[in-house]
Structures are given as structure tokens and as C-alpha cells.
């Protein structure tokens, strides 16, 4: 469950509260404000705090004293030329806080996007709950054959019921373990000192859950739903992404527009690439001998002109 009924409360408490301000408001992320989308078995995401609005990309990007708008149309215009030609600044005009939940192993590919503020939940500190990530099991995979990098098509029958039993067994009996040393009380009730916190997580696998608050700009994190919201990011973490998407294209919608057009939807091609459009589009039937790309350039090359474009 991703929140007991405690923090709910706690969350409709805080939105019934709200106040005066004579801040920039984006009424798309009003209606998120403090909820937790959940995501994952126990994970969620839910929006902490923000900072600016479409009008406040474009404030900045004229530095301008009020609000410095002409008409929607013309905002609209120009986030897209600022987001076509790579002028990024003016996006780092907006933030956003998050508070997250999910598995220590998507937080390891999630930290790695560097141009963030982090503060996790310490298991030095505190004790993690019995929440493990489990697969659905249709999202249950064999190794993909043809990227090293991926999975293939989903696990059935006795193999798919053996990993989902490993999995759960696993988690259940490392939580066990890990319960069993810090407690104060021993194996046959006798009191005993407890093992600390920070070293007894070291026996957790990497599905248990952790949570941060994380602080981003709006470029930076365009940056960070490209990558994974893409299709080839694991899904674990596309999840997270997509949960992300739809609360930006809520905040910003012109901005999360533009973003959907040129980045999720447009694809960047190489000198290479766009010469074979070019001969294409003159009536060559270029082929990836003559493409002058390698065979996993052309593959991709052809991806690109065939989902991409539908
Ligand atoms: C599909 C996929 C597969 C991946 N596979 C692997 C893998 O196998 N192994 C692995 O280790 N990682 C892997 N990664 C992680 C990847 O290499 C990046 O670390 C991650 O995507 C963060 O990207 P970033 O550095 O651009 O983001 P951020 O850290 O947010 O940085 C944003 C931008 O800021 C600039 N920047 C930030 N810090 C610096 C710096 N110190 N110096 C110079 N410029 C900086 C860069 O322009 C950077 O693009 C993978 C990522 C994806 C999406």
C-alpha cells in the first residue's frame, strides 16, 4: 500500500488549508499538489512544491518586470522556439519538488541524473518497512536475445510462478534476518544489544523500498523524462517517468507541448542519416550498404522513420 491511512490524513489536511499568494499559481498543478500518484507495487510520486508556469518560462526568457505576456499564442510560440533551438535557461526558471517512493534499484539508475536536489530516508536512522517490489507478472521477463539490455517476452507457467516465489520468499526472509538483528530481543527471548540499522540494511536486497525528496529544474528534469520515459528505459523506472509526464503536461502545459513535439516525439539524426533521408526522398532505394551506417545505426535509422513517424 503506498500510504497508510495516517499519512493520507495527514495530506487532506495540508489541502484544506490553502493560502493567499500573489506567486505565480498553475491551477493544472494545484489539483496535484501533496496527492501521491502511485506507482509500482508500494511506490508513488507526489508533488511537494513548484515554482513558476508557462508565463514565467517566457518572463525570463524576455526579463521582463510584469507578467510580460502578449497573447497565449505568442507564449506558446515562443516556448517552442526556445525548446527547437536549445535555449534552455528560460526552463530553469520553473522547479519542482518531489517525494518519492520506489525500489533502492530504480533509485540507482534515478541518481545518476546529476543536476538534481536529493534527500533520502535514512536507514541509518530509521527502520524500512516490510514493502518490496514484486513484479505483476506480466511484467515478468526472459533476457532479451537481441539487446543485451532489455527483456524479452514475458516468463509463463512453472517458470514464472518459481521466480515470483523466489522473489517474495527472498525479500520476506532477508526482512525476517534483518528484523531478527536489530531487535533487542534475542532468538530464545533473551535481550541481547541489536545489530544498528545502518549495517543491518546491508543484508536487504535491491527491491526494498526507499523514498527521497527530489528538487529539480524544469530543463533538467525535460532531460530526465527523456531518457526514461523513452521506450527503451526499464520500465520500473518509465513508470515513475510517465507518472512524472502527465503531472507536468498538467503545470506546463504549453511548455510539456513542446517537449511531447521535439523531444518525445522528434528524433535527432546524424549527418549520416539525414544525407539517406535526402537521397531517399530524391527516389534511392538507399539500402545499409550504401547507407554508410553500421547495421545497428541502420536499425535504429529505420526505427526512427517507421514508429516514430506513425
Ligand atoms: C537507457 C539507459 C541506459 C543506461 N545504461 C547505463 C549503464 O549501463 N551504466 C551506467 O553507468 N550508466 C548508464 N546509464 C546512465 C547514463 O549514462 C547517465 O548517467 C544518466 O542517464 C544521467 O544522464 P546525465 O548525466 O545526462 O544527467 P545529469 O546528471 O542530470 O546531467 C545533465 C547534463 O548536465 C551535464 N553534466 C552534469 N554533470 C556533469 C559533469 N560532471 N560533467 C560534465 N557535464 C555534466 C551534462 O550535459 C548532462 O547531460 C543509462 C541511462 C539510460 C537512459
Excluded at 499519512?7 to 489536511?13: K, M, N, S, V
Excluded at 494545484?30 to 507526489?46: C, I, M, S
Excluded at 517552442?80 to 517525494?99: D, V
Excluded at 545502518?198 to 531518457?227: C, G, I, S
Aim: glycine share 6%.
Amino acid at each position: 500500500m503506498p500510504l497508510s491511512p495516517q499519512q493520507q490524513a495527514e495530506i487532506d489536511e495540508q489541502r484544506q488549508a490553502p493560502q493567499q499568494t500573489l506567486r505565480a499559481v498553475s491551477s493544472g498543478m494545484e489539483k496535484h499538489l501533496y496527492k501521491a500518484q502511485p506507482v509500482l507495487d508500494h511506490g508513488f510520486v507526489r508533488v511537494i512544491d513548484y515554482m513558476g508556469d508557462d508565463a514565467a518560462i517566457c518572463q525570463a526568457a524576455r526579463v521582463s518586470y510584469g507578467k510580460g505576456t502578449k497573447s497565449v499564442q505568442n507564449d506558446e510560440g515562443l516556448i517552442r522556439y526556445l525548446m527547437r533551438h536549445w535555449h534552455s535557461t528560460p526552463f530553469e526558471m520553473c522547479e519542482i519538488k518531489l517525494h518519492v517512493k520506489l525500489p533502492v534499484f530504480v533509485a540507482r539508475q534515478w541518481i545518476r541524473h546529476r543536476t538534481a536536489n536529493v534527500n533520502e530516508y535514512s536507514a541509518r536512522y530509521s527502520i524500512l518497512d516490510r514493502e518490496f517490489y514484486i513484479p505483476a507478472p506480466e511484467h515478468i521477463n526472459a533476457q532479451s536475445v537481441v539487446n543485451n539490455q532489455g527483456r524479452g517476452g514475458v516468463l509463463e507457467g512453472a517458470e514464472a510462478a518459481r521466480v515470483l516465489e523466489i522473489l517474495k520468499s527472498d525479500s520476506n526472509r532477508a526482512y525476517d534476518n534483518y528484523e531478527a538483528m536489530i531487535s533487542q530481543d534475542g532468538p530464545g527471548g533473551e535481550t541481547q544489544d541489536g545489530l544498528a540499522r545502518e549495517l543491518a540494511r546491508m543484508n536487504l536486497p535491491a527491491n526494498v523500498y526507499t523514498q527521497w525528496y527530489w528538487k529539480v529544474d524544469l530543463h533538467n528534469l525535460f532531460h530526465f523524462l527523456r531518457l526514461r520515459a523513452d521506450a527503451h528505459a526499464q520500465y520500473e523506472i518509465r513508470v515513475y517517468a510517465d507518472a512524472i509526464c502527465a503531472m507536468v503536461a498538467d503545470w506546463v502545459p504549453a511548455a510539456y507541448r513542446a517537449f511531447e513535439d521535439y523531444r518525445l516525439g522528434g528524433a535527432s539524426m546524424s549527418g549520416k542519416a539525414l544525407n539517406c533521408v535526402r537521397r531517399m526522398l530524391k527516389g534511392e532505394a538507399v539500402t545499409q550498404e550504401t547507407s554508410g551506417m553500421s547495421k545497428g545505426e541502420w536499425r535504429e535509422f529505420q526505427e526512427v522513420l517507421t514508429e516514430k513517424s506513425e
